[in-house]
């Protein structure tokens, strides 16, 4: 059963506290994505990773940080979190750079007070 | 700065008439436009896509009609039924960059 799962669905965190939102995928895919989604800004594209260890900065990269040891997990990482990163987070994940499809998780739902 | 442009920011038809919703972008590199749905507290997922070699994508109710020349791409959904009420996102690769969304509401 092809899924990405992403944890948790929902986190409550304080201003300048860490985050850490994992993501994790059973499709052997090459290429997984974080991204935000927001009220009229649609889906706005964080960071990309092309395989292990091989990331790279998308749009909005600014505040955030990405781990990907393993080829299944991509990690997302707001040092010091500020109100202002509350949003929705989607990771997604595709066969390769390139292909055409991608597979999103269910989302998680930060909110930092 | 977004890179891929979408409007209308909502809609709202009635049931049978067609939805029309509209994308345009600027970079000539992008060589692959899908249009992905959302559906309340789920995640996005493909519907249609195109590739520009073509003008004109069907899949039953749902079209994408393409102008290169233009840089711009339509989603046409006919016969729109209450259950096509949804956000849907334009998108164009090679780094999949999303539209803003348009909020679509189908009335019956």
């Known amino acids: 059963d092809m899924k990405v799962t992403q944890m948790p669905r929902y986190l409550i965190k304080r201003m300048g506290e860490n985050v850490l939102l994992e993501c994790g995928q059973d499709?052997?895919?090459?290429?997984m994505y974080w991204y935000r989604q927001d009220p009229g800004l649609g889906l706005q594209l964080i960071y990309i990773?092309?395989?292990?260890?091989?990331?790279s900065e998308g749009d909005i990269p600014k505040g955030y940080r990405v781990s990907r040891k393993k080829r299944e997990h991509f990690s997302l990482i707001l040092d010091s979190a500020k109100t202002n990163q509350t949003s929705v987070y989607f990771c997604?994940?595709?066969?390769?750079?390139?292909?055409?499809?991608?597979?999103f998780g269910s989302g998680t739902r930060l909110t930092v007070l | 700065q977004q890179q891929v442009r979408q409007s209308p920011q909502s809609l709202t038809v009635w049931e049978g008439e067609t939805a029309i919703l509209n994308c345009s972008y600027e970079?000539?590199?992008?060589?692959?436009f899908p249009w992905y749905h959302q559906f309340p507290g789920e995640s996005p997922a493909l519907l249609i896509a195109?590739?520009?070699?073509?003008n004109k994508k069907e899949d039953g109710r749902f079209t994408i009609f393409f102008n290169k020349r233009e840089k711009k791409f339509s989603l046409h959904i006919a016969d729109s039924q209450p259950g096509d009420s949804a956000t849907y996102f334009c998108?164009?690769?090679?780094?999949?960059?999303f539209g803003a969304g348009t909020r679509l509401k189908v009335i019956a």
């Open positions: 990773s092309y395989d292990v260890d091989s990331n």
């Open positions: 499709m052997s895919h090459e290429t």
């Open positions: 997604a994940s595709s066969l390769s750079w390139g292909a055409e499809t991608l597979y």
């Open positions: 195109i590739r520009p070699v073509s």
């Open positions: 970079d000539s590199t992008f060589d692959y």
């Open positions: 998108a164009a690769r090679l780094k999949y960059v």
